[in-house]
């Protein structure tokens, strides 16, 4: 019997000043990984090999300069960039961001190619990277407008225990407000809702959805979107089939570990979400990027630059998210496929001879499958 291939896992470098590398090279420090995955890491053999040297590190890599060349049991490494990258651990400069950049702009020309399964990206610093070919808040927004086919992302952070969805991402506080609208809620609960049962196999979701104002806004005495914009958003949610309640105080929701009874949380804005979640998901959140064709998981860290080249950064997020990233491809993978070969239709056919009717296959011509 044929052997199953392995799941190809392209790594993007992020950061060079960071502690990318780092996480990434401890990850593969365990030959167990390689059981999992074919890894191609999208970055620099100059700056690996300089990591591996300044953290002491004993992980070896093969470098390669396509990936198609990768291969299986061992850390590939793909040359995207010719040019001397200067590395100062710890801190940032627009030279460590434009090499972060040319790994994402070379891995997303691959995916469109075919050439991997699922992403996972090192953390990036979102000042040095901006450029004429990089003006967005983050990855997602990025990855949105490369490969997202006219799809919309939603931010989910997760363990195995809680998962945070964001109705809006990376915006100033001050924008919040205006940006919640019943529209948004609806868009971002469905793509949360069809992420649950695609992509981590919950059969019949139950999304809590949490208020913008304290105390959901007492009733109006301290604003009344809970009441205008987020409550009728959930009740045209759960007449369209989707489980969802609230809206629910955050401070209280969270304090009292509400979200156990959820399949996940849908937050209005970033900290309101974030903040509890790394407080109860130290040390192995991942943040996933659902919505989109790509498969896309980040450790739930930053470049972490007051620690980056003392050792000290746990690779466990970086490990989490890469066994996300497979998982979710093999859910996918279960939740398509009676999708793509659906059982033939079957109608009652009458006799002329005026025997009783009998069973006949009909198999729908694609004008009719569009048409059902």
Same mark, same amino acid.
Not at 29 to 49: N, R, W
Not at 167 to 186: C, F, S
């Given at each position: ?7 190809? %896992? ?6 060079? =000043?960071? %502690? ?31 990591? !591996? ?19 299986? &049991? ?12 200067? $590395? ?10 434009? +090499? ?17 399964? $699922? ?15 990089? @003006? ?16 919309? +992302? ?43 049962? !695609?992509?981590?196999?919950?059969? =019949? ?15 109006? $005495? ?32 969270? &304090? ?8 996940? %949380? ?37 470049? +972490? ?44 056919? @009458? ?22």
């Amino acid at each position: 019997m044929e052997q199953e291939r392995k799941i190809r %896992v392209a790594i993007t470098q992020g950061d060079t =000043n960071g %502690v990318g590398y780092e996480v990434i090279l401890k990850a593969f420090a365990d030959p167990a990984m390689f059981e999992l995955c074919t890894p191609i890491v999208y970055g620099s053999p100059k700056i690996a090999a300089y990591h !591996r040297k300044a953290l002491d590190l004993e992980t070896n890599f093969s470098i390669i300069n396509s990936a198609e060349e990768a291969r299986d &049991g061992r850390l590939n490494l793909l040359t995207c960039f010719d040019d001397e990258v200067k $590395v100062e651990l710890g801190q940032p400069s627009q030279e460590a961001g434009q +090499a972060a950049l040319m790994a994402l702009d070379r891995a997303m020309t691959d995916f469109r190619s075919g050439l991997y399964d $699922v992403l996972v990206t090192a953390p990036i610093n979102k000042a040095t990277i901006q450029s004429p070919g990089f @003006k967005f808040p983050g990855h997602t927004e990025y990855i949105e407008t490369s490969v997202g086919e006219g799809k919309k +992302a939603l931010m989910i952070l997760m363990n195995e225990n809680l998962r945070v969805a964001l109705v809006t991402t990376h915006l100033p506080i001050k924008n919040v407000a205006q940006a919640i609208t019943k529209e948004t809620i609806i868009e971002k609960a469905t793509i949360f809702h069809q992420s649950l049962k !695609r992509d981590f196999r919950v059969s =019949n979701p139950r999304i809590a959805v949490l208020a913008l104002n304290p105390h959901a806004g007492d009733e109006g $005495v301290l604003g009344d979107e809970e009441q205008t914009i987020i409550k009728p958003a959930i009740d045209e949610l759960a007449a369209n089939g989707i489980q969802a309640f609230g809206p629910y105080p955050a401070d209280g929701f969270f &304090g009292a570990a509400t979200y156990i009874h959820f399949d996940g %949380v849908l937050a209005m804005y970033h900290d309101q979400g974030l903040a509890p979640f790394k407080t109860i998901a130290i040390g192995d959140g991942v943040n996933y990027t659902a919505g989109l064709p790509i498969i896309r998981t980040s450790p739930d860290h930053g470049t +972490a630059f007051d620690i980056a080249g003392q050792g000290k950064a746990d690779e466990n997020s970086m490990r989490q998210a890469i066994y996300t990233a497979i998982d979710v491809f093999r859910n996918r993978q279960n939740y398509d496929e009676p999708l793509e070969n659906p059982l033939p239709k079957l109608f009652h056919e @009458k006799r002329e001879d005026g025997d009783k009717a009998r069973f006949s296959v009909f198999k729908p011509t694609r004008k009719t499958e569009a048409e059902s």
